[in-house]
């Protein structure tokens, strides 16, 4: 048995969704995690959590604020120092073995200062080690992100980049590309296909988005808002784990913002989708980009979603349906394997 010390960006569900696959699939080993926001509300049902500010900025209006970030990450390099006594406190009564940091820097600063050797498993260091062809008008946005990645968790040696593409990776070491996690309520899913479309944003976003579900020529499930109604062919639907996957295993296409996990999930139903990156951030550019680039779908990189776009994606949709089939976007086994080894023997090998 095994004391695993387990941090888990807040901002968002995808890290907390990775995260509790994870420890669900280790019931021998003890787990306590260090979290924020969605991911503390997602985490603390089922595992002691300790509260931690995450650095970070929502996105509002369909834009990720690179103020909101900067303050952040000033803010908690500043302020916190009871709260990191107090988790420093559970932390010594735990007496963890190792670590793993689903994009969490608290952690990595906490490895830095004991010597515990930690993992870094998550989906954004594809960033920082993946050799990526992106276009000229994002590589300064790039650039930002690599640093900000730099900054926080340059210490960390080990490193599980969870990846629904597989990038070329630039560095040496202990770095190595795994399909993605999926929580057991995809798996245990069957794909069919319905008429409906399916809509996600999980932020605020622009009029333009719903004004476009409106022009489909398709009845449209829309989450991420939490309401109850609908308005001509686009029912709203309040959150609902298992009503959601139920309408992505089933839909037509998907249309959503660009976020990892989600894209991860469609793509193993085998769903195309059509996804709407936020502005400023360049993880979800990257993932957009690579998305099109190997014939998923498309992205629709715009404040005014365009109709042009609907009418390609619409022709080449059994493409993308072929070039998904080809591929496995399912990486649970393979990624267990690896974890079970590390926690069991306390070291990493890629």
Known sequence: MTNILYGVHGIGHGHAVRALTVARSFP???????SD????????????VCKLATNGSPAFGHVMPYSGAIISYCKNLLAGKEEMGKVMQAIERFQPDLAVTDYEPNLAKICRKTGLPCLSLDHQHVASFGSLQLPVSKI??????????????????NHMIISFFNPVIRAKGQVKVFPPILRAKVIERVATEGDHVLAYHGYSTTSEFHKFLLSLPYPVRCYGMNEDKVIANVTYRENSTDHFLDDLASCRYVMSTAGHTLLSEALYFGKPVMAFPIRNACEQFINGYY???????????????????LNIFERNRAAYKKNIQEN?????????????RYFNSKEYSA
């Open 28 to 34: 021998q080993h003890n787990f306590l995690f260090i």
């Open 37 to 48: 926001s969605d991911g503390y509300e997602m985490l603390h049902p089922e595992y002691k």
């Open 140 to 157: 300064f946005d790039l650039a930002l992100l690599r640093i900000a990645i730099w900054m926080q968790f340059r210490d960390i040696q």
């Open 291 to 309: 998305l099109e680039k190997n014939g998923y779908g498309l992205m629709n990189d715009a404040f005014h979603p365009s109709f042009d776009i």
């Open 328 to 340: 496995s976007f399912c990486g649970n086994e393979t990624v267990m394997t690896v974890l079970n």
